[in-house]
């Protein structure tokens, strides 16, 4: 075949020997495979897939045991980074036929890829437990929407009446929101990045074989930032005395602050998102008792003025802090994700996949590559933080208010001030069964 030449000299050390530097290059096209001195600098996809695609007439049995090493590194990596891929049943088969065929390659290859199965399967295992216990959740959240007035709501919501009776420390408090945030990014596979921005094209009628793809930790991520939010208003908007709702506030604010300290971007963004909701805002008479100099200036360290520059000038420093670390808190970095996901998205729509010649756009995809190849490298942190139980199962479990709950407790706590605010406090009354 045509490819047999130029990849068998890729094992050929000769090739690439100084003889050639005072000559000039020689180019080769073969089947869409762009050649200079016998080495490959660019394809199209379809020629370098079959490149690498063993056939009846072309496969490397003969170099088996020279090659063996590298595919093992391969599937280790892929397995490894991507290891949704091998949810599907095609996808595994053909990775326990490709380790009988390395068999006839040599013993400690063969041992490899055993210990790469084993550790794929272990780790399948895991995502699919974490998983199971997200779809657990929701239900659990569902179930504590269901529909109740708003004082038997209160009631239920109020718990031990107040967030500081659990836990009255907004270091600890903040930890607590690390060790979640560090949780769920661990779940969130490379692979859902592409799945969540692919975009099938109509010629596509087929199933294909990443057709069930799921991006459910992505989401479920996103869903969490949301849910913060609506707690800490909730929270907020809870107390009946004046005094209470300040301390809240001045709590929360504490928490975002060791949030920043921390490297925790996500969880101060969605405290000062819960914050900002009219709901909190329109609490004048509680924010007057609040000293808010340090939650302005957290507000400005996220301001989205200028496309996030201060927050995206803190995201560099906790990255180098992290680059020279010597203790596992200082190696937390946990991104804004919704902003982290957007960058994503505008590289991966602003850049062709293919250039005018039709060969693939390395330079876009390594960009990406860079982007999440970071991602993985903040995900990979252990926290290094002491559990506190409660706290943590009041972070995921406690019910919340909706948006129309949250409204209307605002103008309980502190009444209307125009006929609008009266009117809308009315009408919520009727529709909450207050």
């Known amino acids: 075949m045509p490819q047999t030449t130029p990849y068998s ?79 599907d049943e095609r996808m595994m088969r053909s990775l326990k036929e490709m380790t009988h065929r390395l068999a006839f390659g040599d013993e400690l290859s063969r041992r490899a ?90 010629s596509d009628n087929h199933k294909s074989l990443f057709s069930k793809r799921k991006v459910s930790n992505l989401e479920a991520y996103v869903e969490w930032f949301n849910r913060l939010s609506y707690l800490i208003a909730t929270e907020i908007c809870m107390p009946v005395k004046k005094k209470h709702r300040a301390r809240v506030l001045e709590f929360f604010i504490d928490v975002a602050q060791e949030c920043f300290n921390i490297g925790n971007f996500n969880s101060l963004m969605a405290i000062i998102t819960g914050m900002n909701m009219n709901p909190v805002s329109r609490l004048k008479k509680t924010w007057n008792k609040v000293n808010t100099d340090k939650f302005d200036i957290l507000v400005h360290q996220m301001d989205p003025s200028s496309n996030f520059y201060s927050y995206r000038t803190a995201l560099r420093g906790a990255t180098q802090r992290s680059s020279t670390a010597h203790t596992s808190q200082e190696m937390i970095v946990i991104p804004f994700f919704s902003l982290f996901i957007k960058d994503i998205y505008f590289l991966n729509e602003g850049c062709v996949n293919r250039l005018p010649n039709s060969h693939i756009n390395f330079e876009k ?70």
């Open 9 to 87: 000299s890729k094992f050929n050390p000769s090739t690439y020997s100084s003889s050639h530097s005072h000559r000039q290059p020689v180019e080769e096209n073969y089947g869409g495979l762009h050649y200079r001195d016998n080495k490959l600098v660019s394809g199209s996809l379809e020629a370098l897939i079959q490149l690498l695609v063993p056939t009846v007439d072309y496969y490397p049995d003969k170099r088996i045991r020279e090659i063996a090493p590298k595919i093992v590194q391969l599937l280790t990596e892929w397995t490894e980074t991507f290891p949704y891929d091998f949810r």
């Open 113 to 202: 890829m055993q210990r790469l199965i084993q550790r794929l399967l272990r780790k399948l295992t895991t995502l699919g437990q974490y998983e199971e216990s997200l779809a657990t959740s929701s239900a659990a959240a569902a179930a504590m929407d269901r529909p109740l007035t708003l004082k038997s709501k209160q009631q239920l919501v109020r718990r031990e009446e107040c967030v500081l009776n659990l836990c009255d420390d907004p270091f600890v408090f903040a930890q607590q929101l690390t060790h979640i945030e560090m949780e769920r990014l661990s779940y969130i596979g490379p692979e859902e990045f592409v799945q969540a921005f692919a975009q099938k094209r109509p």
């Open 365 to 434: 995809f390594w960009e990406l590559a860079k982007q999440v190849s970071e991602f993985l490298s903040w995900r990979q942190v252990i926290c290094p933080f002491e559990r506190d139980r409660k706290t943590l199962q009041y972070l995921i479990s406690a019910p919340v208010f909706s948006e129309d709950e949250l409204q209307l407790a605002s103008y309980e706590s502190e009444g209307p001030e125009n006929n609008l605010e009266r009117d809308t406090r009315r009408s919520l009354r009727s529709e909450c069964f207050f």
